[in-house]
């Protein structure tokens, strides 16, 4: 049984991916420093799977603290979600961002190196693309000039990944995600933002919840369909299946290359009002909403051309936009009542 480190494992993307971890026979260790989540997930994974995973709370950014995991534990490949990536929050503390998101990358590949571990499927994002000239986005598609710290840092553990790839025998597969949003149907785990959340679907669960007072929708004057924001929202139970595929692709060496991209989303665009459309039909509720300014950095409208990930990968989301905002309601649900 191959024994992967999920770093950022407790975490909302990371804990759905443990989750299918297990169910695909691996074993797995979670490092994580709880900064953005919540030690109690082991347990719900425990309810999810019957098996608990090992886990290890570092700060992974510190090398000696890196260093301890793969002391402790012996690893045969790496998913790598441990990253700070509120966009917003990256313009303010931008000294933080780049310390951590490229330290923990650079502490997990020179551990790679020095013990013979050549897998790591590594989160990226949509966010390296910026304003796309054209649709749907391709992995060939430029990547512009990021628009946040946050997206920065995405963009340059790509550029550090294609060359610490032709000086090692490391190699890797970045998945570049696009929305994700909803939870596993178990209602157990799920997204669970600290604060105010940023993103959209936790703050329409929240304000249908009563956590909030209402939802604003970041402008309606954009050139598009309804001028609301248009983007590629991706169930996190299809997002976590993807990694799945990628780490089985580098085990079975059937990478073409050392270094592989995939954009991991459903090829769909949808507007900010088609979600809050879906959510008040799966939830049956009207959402309290309003429209107000526009959020800076925005991006227009972005969704993924899916064809690379479905032909080499063999890997195609499966989940509807109603079956995304079903399942987030039922987890925002399962909260109110903890
Ligand atoms: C989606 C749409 C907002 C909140 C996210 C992550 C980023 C990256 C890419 C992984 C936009 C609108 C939002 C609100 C709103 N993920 N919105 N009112 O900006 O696409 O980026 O995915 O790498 O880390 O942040 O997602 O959910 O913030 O916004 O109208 O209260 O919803 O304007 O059009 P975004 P989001």
Redesign the pocket.
């Known amino acids: 049984m191959k024994t992967i480190l999920v770093t950022g494992g407790a975490g909302f993307i990371g804990s759905h991916t443990v989750v299918e971890l297990q169910q695909s026979g691996y074993d797995v260790v979670i490092a994580d420093n709880l900064y953005n989540s919540d030690i109690e997930v082991l347990d719900k994974i425990e309810e999810i799977t019957g098996k608990k995973p090992h886990f290890i709370k570092v700060d992974l950014s510190k090398t000696k603290e890196c260093n301890l995991v793969f002391e402790t534990y012996n690893i045969d490949g790496i998913i790598n979600f441990a990253a700070f990536?509120?966009?917003g929050e990256s313009c303010s503390m931008p000294i933080e961002y780049y310390k951590n998101n490229m330290n923990i990358l650079l502490n997990l590949l020179d551990n790679m190196k020095r013990r013979d571990i050549n897998y790591i499927v590594h989160?990226?994002?949509?966010?390296v693309y910026g304003e796309p000239d054209s649709l749907p986005i391709k992995e060939e598609s430029p990547t512009k000039k990021a628009e946040s710290p946050?997206g920065n840092t995405?963009q340059m553990a790509e550029e550090v990944l294609s060359f610490v790839v032709q000086a090692t025998d490391i190699n890797a597969i970045a998945l570049r995600?696009?929305?994700?949003?909803g939870a596993h149907s178990s209602a157990k785990i799920g997204e669970l933002p600290r604060g105010v959340?940023?993103?959209?679907?936790p703050?329409i669960t929240q304000t249908a919840i009563g956590k909030r007072k209402e939802?604003?929708?970041?402008?309606d004057d954009y050139p598009t369909k309804d001028g609301?924001?248009?983007?590629d929202y991706i169930h996190v139970v299809d997002l976590a299946k993807a990694h799945i595929v990628a780490l089985n692709r580098l085990f079975e060496n059937k990478n073409k290359k050392p270094l592989e991209f995939f954009n991991i989303g459903t090829g769909n665009g949808f507007s900010?009002l088609d979600?809050i459309k879906s959510f008040e039909k799966t939830s049956n509720t009207k959402l309290n909403y309003k429209i107000?300014p526009?959020?800076k950095?925005?991006?227009i409208e972005?969704w993924a051309d899916t064809s690379f990930a479905e032909k080499l990968l063999g890997w195609k989301a499966q989940k509807t936009l109603d079956e995304m905002t079903l399942s987030a309601w039922n987890w925002e649900k399962a909260l109110s009542k903890k």
Request: hydrophobic content about 40%; charged content about 15%.
């Open positions: 990536k509120a966009v989160s990226s994002s949509c966010t946050y995405k995600y696009f929305n994700p949003i959340p940023n993103n959209l679907m703050f939802l604003v929708v970041f402008g609301t924001c248009i983007r900010v979600v107000g526009r959020r950095g925005d991006v972005i």
